[in-house]
């Protein structure tokens, strides 16, 4: 366990945090799962926001009773999931204050396997604690059946064929959250379509204001603050509502954006591009014939 500063832990071993928490050894060095009703307080001057160089994957039945998303807050009754990537940050357990589950895994646990890789493409590792995934009672019994699969392989049949198990049942967890989540953003179009909205606003006010000209191009990273939600989040909501991830929506705005200006004025393409926040306007005219099949001048020439 290496102390970072004054105000943040970082736990190097699956060890190290059960010997923190008071929790039997593991049984595996790489990889844990938890019950949080084991888990006992720090000690009292112990800092409240850790790091840990693993995967976790926790279940709280009482992660909260009102989830925010974006600006509204829906109820949920069944408790939700949180993923969390190596190297983020997330509080210290307290000990006794929630119950639930936690499965913690080493990246080097899924090497040589095809998950080593694939689990990148998982977004909701990135996704803040209040995007987690609530579910259903049903999707709550199917969870909780795979934990009981990789728990029961971490604790009585530790064999040649365990690992194989247990990362097989990692990603059908995986696989479930995907499912589930894309139920979610169904579930939750009335906040979604808010949020759209809400994101149409902020790049109207961003184009019309030239905000573009001294800040550049919008970030998603600039979209997902405005929008008190993570990038993650906010590209894969994208993506089930609308089809494009929250990139492809800042070229698509871009690029009616620029029309509006080409068929309205006699800016020169290159100031176009300027105004638009592009530091080359090759950039400009390349993006902008990608997605129209037309050069910006032959855009011009075919509206006039």
């Known amino acids: 366990m290496k102390k970072e500063e004054n105000s943040l832990y970082k736990f190097d071993s699956l060890s190290d945090f059960h010997r923190v928490f008071g929790l039997p050894k593991p049984v595996h060095p790489l990889i844990s799962f938890i019950d949080i009703k084991d888990v006992q307080a720090p000690p009292k001057d112990f800092p409240n926001l850790i790091v840990l160089d693993f995967y976790k994957i926790g279940y709280k039945t009482n992660l909260c009773s009102r989830a925010k998303y974006g600006q509204n807050y829906y109820d949920f009754g069944e408790g939700g999931l949180v993923f969390t990537s190596p190297h983020q940050t997330f509080e210290t357990p307290d000990g006794g204050a929630a119950s639930g589950k936690m499965l913690f895994f080493h990246p080097d646990f899924l090497l040589s396997y095809p998950l080593a890789k694939k689990i990148r493409q998982y977004g909701f590792f990135s996704y803040a604690a209040n995007e987690a995934l609530h579910l259903s009672a049903k999707e709550k019994d199917t ?22 198990v247990m990362i097989s049942q990692i990603e059908l967890l995986l696989n479930y959250s995907n499912r589930f989540y894309k139920r979610q953003f169904i579930t939750h179009k009335a906040v979604n379509n808010d949020i759209v909205l809400k994101l149409e606003e902020i790049l109207d006010e961003y184009f019309n204001t030239e905000k573009s000209l001294s800040k550049g191009i919008p970030t998603v990273q600039y979209l997902a603050e405005q929008l008190n939600i993570s990038a993650s989040y906010l590209s894969d909501m994208l993506r089930s509502y609308t089809g494009q991830n929250a990139q492809q929506h800042i070229h698509n705005r871009l690029i009616e954006k620029a029309k ?45």
């Open 143 to 164: 969870i909780m059946s795979v934990f009981a699969i990789i728990d029961d392989e971490l604790n009585n049949r530790i064999d040649d064929f365990s690992q194989d």
């Open 260 to 304: 509006e200006i080409l068929s309205t004025s006699t800016l020169s393409v290159a100031e176009i591009a300027y105004q638009l926040g592009f530091e080359h306007p090759q950039s400009f005219s390349r993006l902008f014939k990608t997605k129209t099949n037309l050069s910006p001048l032959e855009f011009r020439q075919s509206f006039n």
